[in-house]
């Protein structure tokens, strides 16, 4: 079993920054591929971006590309995602996963889920 606890999620300007962490306590979590998806307000919950289990593969949502950025921390048992030029339309509810096929994680199926994050940009 994983537990997924995500923080770092507030409130911030139009093309301010924010980095939000997902801290993950269970079996071999250097084992599993980490992702995030976000929600908004009466708006289906979309893929955000994931990487795999050694870092070194990553993948994001194509409008996102070149604003996010995700990493991982082994050692920490913690993924980031940090988020520049931030914009009003990225207001949203963060949610951090987990699974061990990054495929699957990809597609919006992972095995766990964290709580969320609010993350809210003001313009």
């Known amino acids: 079993q994983v537990q997924l606890v995500e923080s770092g999620g507030g409130l911030v300007q139009a093309g301010g920054s924010l980095r939000l962490s997902c801290a993950a306590s269970g079996r071999t979590f250097s084992s599993y591929a980490m992702g995030w998806f976000r929600q908004a307000p009466g708006k289906e919950r979309e893929f955000v971006a994931a990487i795999s289990w050694s870092g070194t593969s990553t993948y994001y949502k194509d409008s996102l590309k070149g604003r996010f950025t995700i990493s991982r921390d082994n050692a920490k048992n913690t993924v980031y995602l940090q988020m520049n030029s931030l914009k009003p339309e990225d207001t949203a509810v963060y949610y951090c996963?987990?699974?061990?096929?990054?495929?699957?994680?990809?597609?919006?199926?992972?095995?766990?889920w964290g709580q969320g994050t609010q993350v809210t940009v003001a313009s």
């Open positions: 996963a987990a699974d061990l096929d990054r495929n699957r994680l990809r597609i919006g199926n992972p095995s766990y």
